[in-house]
């Protein structure tokens, strides 16, 4: 079970940090990662860290978001920074049981996802 939290709403230029709590199931040997999905739009990889904490980043938030875990504690977090309009959406915490060994860096590109959480919104006004 994955349970994220930290959403909220912010100016432009502000920053959140959500978090991912993992029970039920050590997830330390998954690929985990964080997906967003806008109104209208499909559901995106934003960020994805592996077993051996090698992380991996969409173009659009690049040098602004840094996904961390805490192995001891089973939470996953998403610092998110210069937060942009555009960044607003719904993200979702998910684990993937193998696809960052198959694919290396571009593995958010063809996620495997076997458990997701319910969603945080996170809404940037201008």
């Known amino acids: 079970q994955l349970e994220e939290s930290g959403g909220g709403s912010v100016q432009a230029g502000g920053s959140l940090r959500l978090s991912c709590v993992a029970s039920?199931?050590?997830?330390?040997?998954?690929?985990m990662a964080w997906f967003r999905q806008a109104p209208g739009k499909e559901r995106e990889g934003v960020a994805g860290?592996?077993?051996?904490?090698?992380?991996t980043y969409a173009d659009a938030v690049r040098s602004r978001f840094t996904m961390s875990k805490d192995n001891v504690k089973n939470i996953f977090y998403l610092q998110m920074n210069n937060l942009k309009p555009e960044d607003t959406a719904i993200y979702y915490c998910?684990?993937?049981?193998?696809?960052?060994?198959?694919?290396?860096?571009?593995?958010?590109?063809?996620?495997?996802?076997?458990?997701w959480g319910q969603g945080t919104q996170v809404t940037v006004s201008s």
């Open positions: 998910a684990a993937d049981p193998s696809t960052c060994r198959q694919y290396g860096d571009s593995w958010l590109s063809h996620p495997a996802v076997t458990v």
């Open positions: 039920g199931y050590l997830y330390t040997a998954y690929c």
């Open positions: 860290i592996t077993s051996t904490l090698r992380t």
